[in-house]
Structures are given as C-alpha cells and as structure tokens.
C-alpha cells in the first residue's frame, strides 16, 4: 500500500545544494521535505573543498565559528608545479570576505553540519533511505513525487519539486528537460595515501607531459588524483598495479614508500567528468539546481560552492511565494535568470582550461606514453606573470574563490 505525505517543498537529495535549501526554506517558515536515498552522508571522494563564498554564507547564517570547530585544512593558497618550476596560481588572503581562504572538510561533516542546524526548525524534515523514483504530474504540473523506502512505496505530494540529486539526477531524467552536453576530454582517479609528518604541508598539483597529479593535504592522509584522457581508465588497469603505483612515485617520490596501500583498483575511484546544462532549469512545479541542472568539471573544485549559490538565489526568490503558497513558473525562471550567467561563465573557463591545457597536457602520451620517464614542462606565459608579479594572484582567487556573482543570504528568517 502505497503512504502519502504532504508538504509545500520536497527537495529530491540531501547533497550540499538541497540541504542548503532545505535550510534556508526551513529558516523561512516554508515546510520542507528533504529526501536522501542513502542511509548516511557517508561517500568517499566526494567535493570536499569549501570556498570562501561558502564560508561568507555559513557567516551571514549565523553558524561559522561553531562550523569551523569541525576537524577541517585551511589552504590560503593554491599552488602548482610545472615541470621544474613551482608556481602560486591563487593567492585568496587578500579577498574582501570574513575568512579569505579554502578549507577542505570531508562532505559528509559539511551535510552533518548542516542537517544539525536545521532540524531546529519545526518545518524541516529529512527522510534517509528515501530515493525518488519518478515525478508525479496531473495536467501538465509536476505535483509530487514518488519514492521507495525501507517502508514500501511512498508519495509526497508537493507545490514544489525541486531536484538537487546531482549529475546523474532521477528528477532531471524523468523531467523530460532537454539537456546541452558541453564534453570534457578527461577522466579522474581519486584515491587515498597515509601522509607522514616529514611531508611537504602544501595542495598541490603536478602537470607534466602526459600527467596531472594532483595532491591535497587532508591532515592524517593525502587525497590524490590523477587525471586521464576521457575513457581510458581500461588502459590504466591493463598495464597493472604495479605499473600505477610505480608512477605515483614518480610524481611525488615522498609517497613512493607507501603506494602498496593501494591494494587493488577497488582502492581506486573513478570520477567520469561531464559538463553539461539544461536548457531550461524548470517547469511548472519543477525546479532543478547544482549539479542536476548543470553538471560542473571538477577544474577550480567550484561545483560544491556554485550549487550552494544555487541554493541561496533559489531560496530568496521562493521563501516568500512558497511560504504564500502561490510559487509559479515565473517566480522559477527568476531563479534560472538569477543563476543562468554565472553558471555559463564558470562552465565556459572550465571548457577553456579543459581545452587549452588539460587536453594538450594529456595528448602527450598518456598516463604511461613516457615509458617511466617524466619529461619537464614548460611553464606557460600566464603561469610566469603570476609568479613574475604575485598581485596577479588575486585574479584567479577571485574566480575560483568568490565566483562571477556570489550570493548573499536575504531570504526572511521566521
């Protein structure tokens, strides 16, 4: 027997952009069902970089300096080594914002987190283990949703769907929204390394010939990835463990000592990069955001921070037609008006990096094209002016760190 629920939001996916929206609607005095169809937050190799967009957000909530007990790394820089030159290719110290850095907290604290404020909220109701498997629609309007439980079929009606259940979204699918596929030439393998006390403290990535390694101080282990052209990764595993883990020693020689905790390529997590947007976020009772309305490349780690931005646009523009009852396809344009821009501009540098550097980087022979033999790069001319002239720096943190149009919290507290 199929149960029925009721509510003004059912937000499909318990990811950053739908906790934040959870939040701020719950906030509000909107009445809010969140779904998560995993039991816990608990995924590996998901985003972990928080920008300092965000952390001006968690500021203006009211919660940053308890967010910031949570174990977390700041990073005031972003730095990278080309061939035998060592660059700094964001400097975010000098940016107008209360915590002008990146920090790296695993995902699942940040969701924690997150949840944890919100369920002070008498209208905010998060369901574990409840996974959308298709839209209701009556006349031409999405009016809820279905979704399977521990406890059989479940329905939630709604006068709002929003989905926020990420690249591969349910809600997207069955929405019927055409989709524009932008392409991305490469692939990434993610994995984890013990990290020792005697190694370098910074983040860190490598671009060689061939390779791109990058490095990422979590404090008790390194998070390594290793970029590969697009649908290779049955070449990686053909040439074997043994040959991966030998060239992860090239790249960073203080990790080659502790490779063979890499036990297997189950050890290993393949991140299939798309870029991709919707031509239209939006329908009647239908509203999609983060990575279900365009999916982001992880260049910049800005895909976590640009779907909370999201969040906070689509929850100043809803809170007041939602809390009225009365949101129409007008008020979820605005939405897609308000966010259309920046996500084409973020998307469009991505393509550029993606084709103009990691494509060439990687057409030079492959992982294992340079038979062991890491050859040296050159830098290019705007990696030297950034080193040449360090005020530069501030150009590359501003559209990493803050984005083309950060968002700032105005929805009304209940």
């Given amino acids: 027997m199929t149960r029925m629920i009721s509510t003004t939001c059912c937000i499909v996916g318990g990811g950053p952009a739908g906790m934040m929206l959870g939040h701020l609607l719950a906030r509000a005095g909107v009445e809010v ?13 998901r985003g972990d970089t928080i920008h300092p967009s965000t952390l001006e957000i968690m500021h203006e909530l009211g919660f940053i300096d308890e967010f910031l007990k949570l174990p977390h790394q700041k990073v005031l820089k972003l730095s990278a080594q080309i061939g035998n030159a060592r660059i700094t290719a964001a400097n975010f110290s000098h940016l107008p914002v209360h915590h002008p850095y990146v920090v790296f907290m695993p995902q699942w604290d940040f969701l924690d987190f997150l949840a944890k404020q919100s369920r002070r909220y008498p209208h905010f109701r998060l369901l574990m283990r409840a996974e959308g498997t298709g839209l209701i629609e009556e006349a031409g309007r999405i009016t809820g949703l279905n979704v399977a439980t521990d406890d059989g079929p479940l329905e939630i009606r709604a006068n709002l769907v929003v989905g926020a259940d990420g690249r591969h979204s349910t809600t997207r699918r069955s929405s019927g929204l055409p989709i524009d596929d932008l392409g991305a ?4 393998l993610w994995f984890s390394l013990p990290r020792y006390s005697s190694d370098p403290d910074d983040t860190l990535g490598r671009f060689e010939p061939g390779v791109i390694f990058i490095n990422i101080n979590r404090g008790d282990h390194w998070q390594c990835g290793i970029v590969i052209p697009k649908g290779s990764i049955a070449a990686v595993q053909r040439a074997g463990l043994p040959a991966f883990r ?3 020693g090239e790249l960073a020689p203080y990790l080659a000592d502790r490779t063979d905790s890499i036990a297997s390529f189950e050890d290993v997590k393949l991140l299939t ?14 509203l999609c955001i983060g990575d279900a309305a365009h999916a982001m490349s992880p260049v910049g780690g800005v895909g976590i921070n640009l779907a909370i931005q999201d969040a906070v646009a689509a929850g100043n523009i809803l809170a007041r037609p939602l809390k009225s009852g009365k949101v129409t396809p007008a008020d979820l344009a605005a939405v897609q008006k308000r966010r259309l821009w920046p996500t084409r501009a973020t998307q469009a540098g991505q393509i550029f990096i993606q084709k103009r550097i990691i494509a060439s980087v990687l057409g030079a022979g492959g992982l294992f094209g340079t038979n062991g033999a890491i050859e040296a790069a050159r830098p290019p001319l705007a990696a030297r ?3 040449r002239f360090p ?7 501003r559209l990493i760190g803050m984005g083309v149009r950060p968002e700032h919290v105005s929805a009304p507290q209940a």
């Fill in 391 to 397: 005020i530069l720096q501030r150009i590359p943190a």
């Fill in 273 to 286: 990069v798309s870029v991709d947007r919707l031509k239209r976020w939006y329908r009647d009772g239908l």
């Fill in 385 to 387: 002016l950034l080193t």
């Fill in 246 to 248: 030998s060239k992860i």
């Fill in 33 to 45: 069902v969140v779904i998560e169809k995993h039991a816990d937050f608990l995924r590996d190799f």
């Fill in 185 to 188: 030439p490469m692939d990434v």
